[in-house]
């Protein structure tokens, strides 16, 4: 099979590289592409494994030098920063035959431009994943995991805390404004109490999440993946995605200053410079660093009461990001998940599969099914 990686010099695409590459064997085919030659260099010297690896420098804004790459390509693995080109690359994916994968966030620009594919996607064949990594790509895999614990489910609120470094003089300038464009379309709606509204700041749940992140406030971050979810289970009164924030200082000074900023094109730049600036200072984190995603799922098993718990952590933010997206590749690849057409990665995922994926790829995954009121415990793991 031969995979090509579009932005395998980046923080999250060069550990995706690595874990990808023990996955592949001396048939497979890894072309790691990049912007910058050093870094793109530095993702090589971590490739290890029989697989064979090729570097190509490229910048994704030259469609040519993209198409050139990526002709002959089985699947094609977007992890570079820009939602603007995705309906461009797509169309030179689908050009190629390729699958597509990626990790951007969940932006309406990125998920309009494949939706606007999807047609062409399914009468080709193709198989495109978006929404792929941690945040989104896991959070409704939970919940699906926990619908599939309990008779009926009723509430499955996931959680998200986090005590990183976040490396933020590594970050590209399309990361960062990828990051903007996440701060400035930020809306507190979740579902709850069996619709969908924004909630107060005073409605935001405050979680335990343990040492080293200890207790946080978390503000719910719609999620393409979580939205069919109350849909496919009408038993669910609550559920959403929270996720804390990044420091006090972060939150309430300098977000709202940067969300302003972010709104005039002319500004830009200035906000990109001060969003790196005050993420090193205010919201990155000495060790230990730590990100923790957890649920507590309510509903009813054997007739009572019950509640299933899953919790996936580890120390490295990066990791978190990848282990997902190789867990979800690992499926593609072996085509027991693979489907022509357009689907998000939690949505796609088999759920136990998932969680054993994650486990094996170094991230700790924690489960336990028990009845909420007198009955011995059921099962944990």
Not at 271 to 279: C, E, G, H, N
């Amino acid at each position: 099979m031969r995979i090509v990686v579009l932005g395998a010099s980046g923080n999250a695409g060069r550990q995706i590289c690595v874990l990808l590459a023990r996955e592949l064997s001396a048939d497979d085919h890894l072309v790691l592409c990049g912007r910058d030659p050093g870094r793109l260099a530095a993702t090589h010297a971590l490739v290890a494994g029989p697989v064979r690896a090729d570097e190509a420098v490229l910048d994704v804004t030259d469609a040519d030098a993209v198409r050139a790459v990526v002709a002959g390509a089985d699947l094609v693995v977007v992890t570079v920063s820009r939602p603007d080109l995705v309906g461009a690359l797509g169309r030179i994916v689908l050009e190629a035959g390729a699958d597509w994968f990626d990790t951007l966030l969940s932006s309406p620009t990125k998920l309009a431009a494949l939706r606007g594919l999807q047609g062409e996607i399914g009468h080709h064949g193709r198989c495109f994943v978006t929404d792929g990594g941690f945040h989104p790509g896991v959070p409704a895999a939970l919940v699906r995991w926990a619908a599939g614990q309990l008779e009926e489910i009723r509430e499955a609120d996931v959680m998200a805390g986090m005590r990183l470094d976040w490396l933020a003089d590594t970050l590209s300038d399309s990361t960062v404004e990828e990051m903007l464009d996440e701060f400035t379309d930020f809306d507190l709606a979740a579902w709850v109490d069996g619709e969908s509204r924004t909630l107060r700041w005073s409605e935001c749940p405050k979680v335990d999440f343990g040492p080293p992140i200890g207790a946080k406030t978390c503000v719910p971050m719609p999620l393409a993946e979580m939205e069919a979810l109350p849909r496919r289970h009408p038993s669910l009164r609550r559920c959403g995605f929270y996720i804390c924030g990044f420091s006090p200082v972060m939150d309430y000074v300098f977000l709202p200053v940067l969300m302003v900023l972010a709104k005039a094109p002319s500004l830009r730049p200035l906000a990109i410079r001060l969003t790196r600036w005050s993420m090193d200072r205010f919201a990155s984190y000495p060790p230990p660093h730590r990100l923790v995603l957890q649920l507590t799922a309510l509903g009813i098993e054997d007739g009572v009461p019950a509640a299933a718990t899953v919790r996936v952590s580890g120390d490295d933010g990066y990791l978190l990001t990848a282990a997902p997206a190789v867990a979800c590749l690992r499926r593609l690849r072996d085509g027991t998940i693979r489907r022509p057409g357009l689907h998000l990665q939690a949505q796609l995922v088999e759920p136990d599969v998932f969680l054993g994926d994650l486990a094996a790829l170094g991230l700790e995954v924690e489960t336990r099914v028990a009845p909420l009121a007198g009955a011995p415990e059921q099962r944990a793991s």
